[in-house]
């Protein structure tokens, strides 16, 4: 009999589905060995691109010297909107109003305008900075509320969700509150910057390596650009250093820019644009005005919902359609409205055009939720937990604003299973004993504590991109490769994916090969987002291992002449009749029998559908859940804090593998905290971004995390019939740092005895959180000045 290769386990498989299995490149990471696209070697004569940008945010440009840039030393060529032979533009929507370069107009400070390609890195840079250039400046609208008084356009149509009757509902409730919150963006800051490598080929053919989470766009951009069908353009990623939507579109340009190089020299082009000029160049999360009227009775029952969700969106469409119409469909939370009108506007700024983030919307219209909550609650005299509470779909009624039944709803089962775990009563009572005693002595320090959930929708609301393709091979070692249209930017799908197919051969997960993305291998790929990549990609790598055991299932009944029912496949071997044979062996035996041993795969998710115009349908296949306990204290003196302690609880299915999900969770949790908290982005009068670096822009670091970090998973099936019945884990944690912002606002409210609303904005930084204390204190003061009167 032939010897396996491979070690196998014949009583389980090592890394199928359900196991805590590393990240397939953890160890890469630790150990420095993981190839990105900079570190891959160097083609023969490569070039290196850099950008040329603007320094003016809105007017004509009157003219544009760039004779210095063209003699500068090590320069092979100027890129300028006349080098490109298609399709000046990079949208990734049907506005087409993204171009590579302005023909005339600049439409925020930073736009690119021109590129250098030259010998070095260094003296592309060099020369860019010798371009003269005049503009006919025209004011710029930067801001919301300049662009609501300048009666700017839309990038995109607005959408609006409508159920019952608001005006009736609101003016007969008891109680009505009509307030304003401003929720500032936030910078992706993945580790790895934008790049692309651009190589030519034969018959005007380009690949392209490209730090993407959308190869397929990529793929179509260029060729559009270039005046190519797309089969002339291939793209290959095997791993990114970071994403979180800021690659989802917008590597279009970089990859085009490094394309028209490498058409226009006939040589490897690579653009890697420094920090800076990456975020400078780059969109952002949307930052909004969130504009809101709820009305409610005594017991804290809301009756009736208005909310204007207004985006600064910046100068092109980009994805923020799709990103306003997303923070409709998460305006509810985990809430009932019996009567609610919801709108969007995607405002058009004077700025960099922003672009998905990491939740793509919802996180925002979670905010609006829970802000109400937090001001009835206020309203009230009462705990912001017992309102929520009050408001959880169920008996009172499940259908969302967008008219979809919430089916199997788990906020209350969380909610209940966190808030004892955690303590949160006793914990709360103690809280805010300690703080009268700090009230009473003029202490310093004061604590909060806030408990939220989230509801998070999982599918792409364009049903279209909800579709996938896998391609999977066995070799006649038995050893298997895997390919797919999803990327991996550190979030663990390709080891996920890995360990589905693991599983459906019940082979131990070293006997399969993850290979990189390309277009050459799956056409067509949708994003990797949504949180929909290991659901849409595990299913499809599912799909073709099923394609081709039903074939060797066929072979073993014509082979050995048993009937179906007795072929088994089992860990490391496949049982046939009432003999057991060597996964490899019995491999090797249908290659020799011509059987075929590799399959495509394609999924696409059943059951959704969605009419945007009349606001109706299903737009989510299921909805995630979870809850989080957050505790901070609060130097009243300089408005400083600190996250105390975490517990969350969170519903991930059947977890396929639970340390990659814990460890997006919690990954997930900083980076919303550092959104809710401490990453603010400003601009100048003149549009320039002076948050552009590490020095002016403060993510979360180790220190900044939860003293205490207590994450619990749980584990309990999908209802509906996903990957192994698992449910997505990307977006939905980065909603539960919402937490930290109210328990903020609740060590906040303390200095005034709880009596006022903190009204407390968001990013709650060190300077905002003190401004919102000395506010609370003097109204409270005033308010008892008038009292005593």
Known sequence: MHKPIFALNRDSITGGVYQSTRHDSGHKHVAGEAFYIDDMPEPAGLLHAALGLSHCAHGLITGMDLSAVTTSPGVEAVLTVDDIPGVNDVSPSNHHDDPIFPEKRVMFYGQPLFAVIARTRNEARLAAAKAKITYQQEPPVLTIAEARKAGMDYVAEPMSLNRGDVETAMAASPHRIKRSMNLGGQEHFYLESHIALAIPGEDGDITLYSSTQHPSEIQHSVAHVLGVPSNAVTVEIRRMGGAFGGKETQGNIFAAIAALGARKTGQAVKLRPDRDDDMVATGKRHDFVIDYEVGFDDEGHILAVDIVFAARCGFSADLSGPVTDRALFHADNAYFYPHVRLNAQPWRTHTVSNTAFRGFGGPQGVIGAERMIEEIAYALGKDPLEIRKLNFYGEKGNLTPYHQTVESDLSAEIIAKLEASCDYQARRAAIREENARENAKGGLFRRGIALTPVKFGISFTNSWQNQAGALVNVYADGSVSVNHGGTEMGQGLYIKVAQVVAQAFQIDLDMVKITPTTTAKIPNTSPTAASSGTDLNGM???????????????????????????????????????????WPDFVKEAYSNRIHLSSSGFYRTPDIHWDRKAGRGRAFYYYSYGAAASEVTVDTLTGEYRVERVDILHDVGASLNPAIDIGQIEGGFVQGMGWLTTEELWWDAKGRLRTHAPSTYKIPVASDRPRIFNIELLNKPNHMPSIHRSKAVGEPPLVLPISVLHALSDAVASVADYKIFPNLDAPATPERVLFAIEALRAKAQDQEGHGHG
Do not use: M, S, Y
Not at 547 to 576: H, M, S, T, W, Y
């Open 540 to 582: 499809a790598a599912l799909n073709a291992c099923n394609n081709i055991k039903e074939r060797l299932v066929a072979f073993a009944c014509d082979k050995f002449q048993v009937p179906e029912d007795q072929i088994e496949f089992l860990p490391g071997r496949v049982r046939v009749g009432n003999r057991e044979i060597e």
